[in-house]
């Protein structure tokens, strides 16, 4: 029997033990799912209040334009807004450019954000869209975003706007993120497509991914749509009881967990009651036996008697001893059971409440308070940490119960050494541990720490009981004193006053600058600087400027003490208190006399002329067109002398430029002396003037006459000698004059008009005046023009080469030199002399000799495929500009290899000019293209400067006598003796001798008798197209040739 009872009892005991469990998990499981169902609609209803404020705000501006002007003023109105969205509303519009936003301080405005996906995918769900978590496109910030349409009057999607929510700082979730579920549960929000937390009672997982498809099969079924609650093994390898259910306006999951060891805490706890109380059955069931044989009675009796003294209060509440197993101890051991599931239930719930007390008043301190504990090999942890530990560390208190290290880690580098070594002389000597350091957060903030605490021994370890507190702003507010305290030291002078003006206190500068001590002006307002150069009305603006802007900033005159009046740069701002209202002003100012000195003289660097102090042509062209329109409303005439002093250059390069300085000067100066006070004297440059004349009245004749006798006026002064440091000199001009009036001129037509009129003074003979005359400009249009056909000319192929034999006596044409002529639509055939000047002036000559050069190099090569010409030689005329290229000689090479002409058939003709620069240049470039086999002849030898060192020094072939001295050879004795100079000289050098433009029997005669057998021109034939050649050629003989041309 007594068995049996044992094994009922414990039957019954593994029964309710199972019974009860499940009963439990299912209570707890089911009071889990309802909290978070409550916490889910909560977060439904706060999106669903944002978003339905967001479609309030589209009615509101439905049919106005997206634009800032339009919609900003609205958003300012409403500042409720940020209440319910931290990080402010946007309005974008189609293109995803910010229009408008609040708070305006984040400066979004102008920002575009059509690169980022929410935007292209609330535009795809026209216009209504929730976003998943992610990073602020600009901030960096981890957001989620509302989106809802801006409509057009006819409906149509203009733009759209969003409220943003920052989830790292405070926002509508906090609520449930920072409740607790029990003592270590938590709870979060998760987005199921990305599987990111959107919010978490840590902090830590914002933005963080859940676990993967397949770590946890429960977590899978919530994302994909089961409700309700279970227990599984979750990624850290914890067992925790978890409930899901989804928010309604977001798709998002609302989720609960709690460790299992917490969760069913009670239910381990009975089990092990039941047990020990099954054991202590079975223990006391073996002694009934006994106690019911000695006292059946007296355990009823005893518990009757414990039971009245408990209910009196003379007893505490404690279990009744148990020594029958009837139905006395049956009652006795409910009893004993019932007793001990109220005390637990008592404890328990002092406990919680204790607790709940600690963290509450905990929570109410500014900072963390704290238990740390040092393990006997250095690292710690925190057993106890107040929840403004995640406020300091962004860590949950929770994450460093076991190890410290990720707290340790922190610590800046620059502070560990100081840390630790603080640390540690307090564990050794168990004392105080107080010290400041920085941490450095993950997203690289940096915050300053002050911890203080005290140590007790415990075994190997050491304890700590302590607080730290974030002192940043602390340290801050050191550093902007510190800052404040330098910036008063600048050198710019700076005054502080109170807001009626009265000045507090200057610094330094302030002193250095005014002259002022800080005494004579401290308790005295700023018009003790006042210069009084400034209206009544400047003052006035000025103050206006600092009421409604608190600011003004610009240029003002003060007076020192010692009375001098000197510009400065002030600064004036107003500094606001607490409330808003002006407390003081601060004035910062630089003195800016030398700026303003300094930018007089670039004034004048920039319109006189630094040598004569005379108007430079940019004031001249600016007076000169102001003249030109005056002229014109007046009907008035006026002159324009342009004025250039004759052999200056000569001057310069005899006496010195710092003679033609002063004469210069000198010029300037009495030419100043010659004019009315309202006329005009400037220089150009080099020894260039300007003179202009208004008001010469309204006739021409009267005009002219007045500007002639200013003219002559100024060369008669101007032509008076000189004394330049103890020399005589006398000098002249020539002066060109245009006048002008109502016609459509410009400034530039002016000049152009009287420089050439002073060059037809210069062509006249210099030191007197010439008047422009239309035909000068006629002259200038003309050659404009045929500038510009020029440049045709070479863009369509106008351009072709003629060639001319060179005849070498009693032997067949061997030679033939390339002349120029253009085929032009206007003029017909034209010769060189009518074109090439100007193609020299205007830098096309370089692109005409390389065409020529190309041309005569192809027509080489294409004769050296006829045997009739394959012989021929082509001499070629090579300008100065030409030559003197730097590269010239690897264009010549370029030439004949891709035409493929024999280099010993091109002669090069060079002139005495070009040879007269960079002779040795010459020479090498003379050099490399002989190595090739290019020969040379000296073209027009003895028209210029004429020297025998060169012809030495050169590696010429041939002498060309000039056709200026062939033309009179037989009426001339100069030129015939020039002729036979000529010859006798190429005789002597070993040069061949040519001469050019025979047109006459007797002077190729002549020549022949002097030695010269080489003769070119008109005797023997014209210049002729290539074409023609091959036939002259063959009617050409060797012999009598000068006879039959001559009889022709």
Known sequence: MLLALVLTLWLATLLISHSLRQQMEDTISAQQFSTVSLAAREVDRSVRERV???????????????????????????????????????????????????????????????????????????????????????????????????????????GLIMGVTNLAQANFLDDISSARYGATGSFFITAPQSRRYIMSSDKQRLLKAGPPPGINALYDRYINGYEGSGVAMSSRGVLELSSSVHIKSTGWLMQSVLPAEEAFAPIHTLQHQLFALALLLTLLAGGLCWWWLRRQLLPLSEATQLLTRMGDGELPKQPLPVSRADEVGLLATSFNTLLERIQREEEKAAEHA???????????????????????????????????FYDIYGIRPETVNQCADPIRNMVHPLDRDSFFEALHHSAQTLTQWRTEYRICLPDGQIKWLLVDAMPEQDGDEVLWYGFIADISRHKSMEAE?????????????????????????????????????????VGK????????????????????????????????????????????WLTITAVKD??????????????????????????????????????????????????????????????????????????????????????????????????????????????????????????????????????????????????????????SSSLGIALFADENSSSEDILKQADLAMYQAKSAGRNTLRFFDPLMQAEINARTRLEAELHQALEQGEFSLYYQPQIHHGQPCRSVEALLRWHSPQHGLMLPAAFIALAEQSNLILAIDHWVLQQACIQLAEWAKNPATAGLSIAVNVSARQFHQADFVSRVSALLRESGANPTLLKLEITESLLLMKLRDAACKMNSLRAMGITFALDDFGT???????LKQLPLDQVKIDRSFVRDVLENSNDAAICKAVIALGQSLGLAVIAEGVETSGQYDFMVAQGCLAVQGFLFSKAMPASQLPGWLSQAQPHGMAENAAAG
């Open 52 to 158: 339905q404020a967001l479609q309030s705000l589209t009615t509101q501006f439905k049919g106005k334009p997206v634009s800032t002007a339009a919609i900003q003023p609205e958003l300012l109105r409403r500042p409720i807004l940020l209440m319910m969205f931290n990080w402010g509303i946007v309005v974008l519009d189609k293109n995803g450019e910010v229009k408008a936003s609040i708070p305006e301080s984040l400066g979004r405005n102008g920002r575009s954000y059509a690169d980022s996906a929410f935007f292209r995918l609330a535009m795809q769900h026209g216009g209504r869209y929730i976003t998943e978590p992610m990073q602020g496109h600009y901030s960096g910030q981890p957001v989620i975003s509302m989106l809802e349409p801006l409509l057009d009057a006819h409906g149509k999607l203009v």
């Open 354 to 388: 204790a607790n709940r007390l600690l963290r509450k008043i905990v929570s109410q301190i500014p900072g963390v308070v704290f238990q740390y504990r040092m393990f006997s090999d250095g690292h710690g942890c925190f057993p106890f940490a107040s929840e403004a």
């Open 481 to 521: 004193l510190r800052i404040a305290a330098t910036t008063f030291l600048t050198q710019e002078g700076i005054m502080v006053t109170d807001p009626e003006g009265c000045i507090l206190r200057v610094n330094p500068s302030f002193c250095q600058i005014t002259g002022y001590d800080s005494a004579d002006v």
């Open 525 to 568: 307002t700023p018009a003790v600087l006042s210069s009084h150069r400034h209206p009544a009305a400047f003052y006035q603006q000025l103050w206006q400027s600092l009421l409604e802007h608190g600011a003004w900033q610009g240029e003002i005159w003060n007076t020192r003490k010692n009375g001098e009046v000197f510009p400065e």
């Open 578 to 731: 607490s409330a808003g209202h002006t407390s003081h002003y601060v004035a910062i100012f630089q003195d800016i006399t030398e700026r303003k000195a300094a930018a007089d003289e670039i004034q004048t660097l920039a319109f006189y002329d630094a040598l004569t102090h005379l108007p430079n042509r940019r004031l001249l062209q600016d007076r000169l067109q102001h003249a030109l329109d005056a002229a014109r409303r007046q009907k008035a005439y006026g002159a324009l002398l342009f004025l250039d002093l004759d052999n200056f250059k000569s001057l310069n390069d005899t006496m010195g430029h710092d003679i033609g300085d002063i004469l210069l000067q000198e010029v300037a100066g009495r030419l100043l002396r010659c004019l009315r006070t309202g006329d005009t004297v400037a220089r150009l440059g080099g020894d260039e003037f300007i003179v202009m004349l208004e008001n010469l009245g309204a006739q021409r004749d009267q005009a002219m006459r007045e500007a002639e006798t200013v003219g002559r006026k100024i060369l008669a002064t101007l032509h008076q000698p000189y004394q330049l440091r103890g020399q005589d000199y006398r000098g």
């Open 944 to 950: 210029g400067y004429s020297s025998l060192s060169y």
